[in-house]
């Protein structure tokens, strides 16, 4: 993923940032390209895809994409948010809107939102496969991870966003995680993760596709 091509995109639509990404942050000031590749085996396991939809990156189909995930999934609430969060000012903003709208109109506590990216960095057409990684970890072990380089967080009514550390630790499990990913020409997704409990039937799943 890190060739001249992409990097120069990226530059021309002035999304390349002049420090490690750091998402969320106030100081942050554009995208740090990963390097990266990655796969999803649907299988007996502690989490299931209960709803996708499609996005484009605007605050409006944002808050659309999330709601139709959580709707075909039936699921009432959401503990933690994967956000696609490339450290950008306007992207993480517009990301921020969305999840801070669909918390108030449904009258949810605030939610917690972190990203993959102040580590990794943007991993491009891969950068879906961490987001998911990271969510189904929390979904197991019941934390929620912090964003690597978020030191000073944004403000946002109804968005918990954890600095730089340890998982946060909670006393009830997570039991949805929203994972969002979104892309230029259309090619984005919200993807909602339902832990299984012990006393649910392993069933298999298909693989979806991601619009």
Known sequence: MCNPYASESLRVVKAIGTAPSRPFDRERDGILVGEGAGAVLLERAVAEIGGRSSVAS??????????????????????????????TVQGDAAELEAVSRLVAERGWPAVAVSSHKGALGHLLHASAFPGIAVAVAAVREGGIPTTVGLRDPVEVEGVHLPVEGPALRRDRPVEHALVNAFGFGGNNASVLLRRISPATPHHTTESPELG
């Open 58 to 87: 605007d605050p409006d189909v944002v808050y659309a994409c999330m709601a139709r995930a959580l709707d075909e999934a039936g699921a009432s609430g959401v503990d933690y948010v994967h956000a696609h969060a490339t450290g």
